[in-house]
């Protein structure tokens, strides 16, 4: 209960930055973890709205660890700290935690509902990450950028979702076909699947790096299909 976090909750608030960043990842770990076998222990969830709203207001601190501390903390959380999403939408604007942000959105409100309010700030996150994350955070990147895809094509197109904005994401999915880690590459391919025929202009690319073995065959194989 909140009890417990009250000693966490006075270190966010010490005067020393890597007290207050270490003190909000704990505050992270402690609500969304279930302990281990040893310990077990019941999630807190609904998350306590102190602790929520700890880490919403250090979004916006002068310093970046604390930021960045935050960030992880509500994606680790995950969907219970669904009520942070705009808040971790405000901070994508920042190029010092714009691929954080994006991931951390990603557990929190989910692969679809993320677009829901349009690409204007989120799209330039997602080619960040796709181009410069780690690779399980690229292969998400990938991912998120065929949910896109799939929802461009449905009676009520997302706002934003312009053809700028669609050629920015095929661009980026088609570089991605060529990423040393197969599992990105074959997320990417799956992805410009999502895109149907508007991925017509990336078919050459995708059949090369089938032929060049750098993406699985079963999934390739679908994706063209689709396109």
């Known amino acids: 209960d909140e009890t417990d976090l009250a000693p966490l909750l006075q270190w966010t608030r010490d005067k020393d930055p890597a007290v207050r960043a270490a003190a909000l990842s704990a505050l992270g770990i402690l609500v969304s973890s279930s302990g281990d076998k040893c310990h077990p222990r019941k999630r807190m969830s609904p998350v306590p709205e102190a602790a ?12 970046v660890a604390i930021r960045l501390a935050a960030i992880d903390s509500l994606g680790w959380i995950g969907p219970d700290a669904a009520a942070a999403g705009p ?29 829901a309010s349009g690409t204007q700030d989120l799209l330039p996150a997602v080619l960040r990450v796709i181009q410069r994350g780690d690779s399980w955070a690229r292969s998400r990147a990938a991912a998120s950028l065929g949910h896109l895809g799939k929802l461009c094509r449905q009676p009520s197109p997302i706002p934003g979702s312009d053809d700028g904005s669609l050629k920015l994401a095929l661009g980026a999915l088609e570089g ?22 508007d991925a017509r202009g990336s078919l050459d690319s995708l059949i090369g790096a089938l032929k060049r073995g750098e993406i699985r065959e079963i999934p390739s194989a679908s994706t063209l299909d689709r396109i």
């Open 52 to 63: 929520l709203s700890t880490l919403v207001e250090a979004l916006v601190d002068d310093e």
């Open 87 to 115: 808040a971790l939408k405000d901070v994508l604007r920042d190029p010092n935690t714009s691929g954080p942000a994006f991931l951390a959105l990603y557990n929190v409100m989910g692969p679809d509902e993320i677009w």
């Open 176 to 197: 991605a076909l060529a990423d040393h880690d197969r599992q990105v590459s074959s997320q990417a391919a799956e992805a410009l699947g999502e895109f149907g025929a």
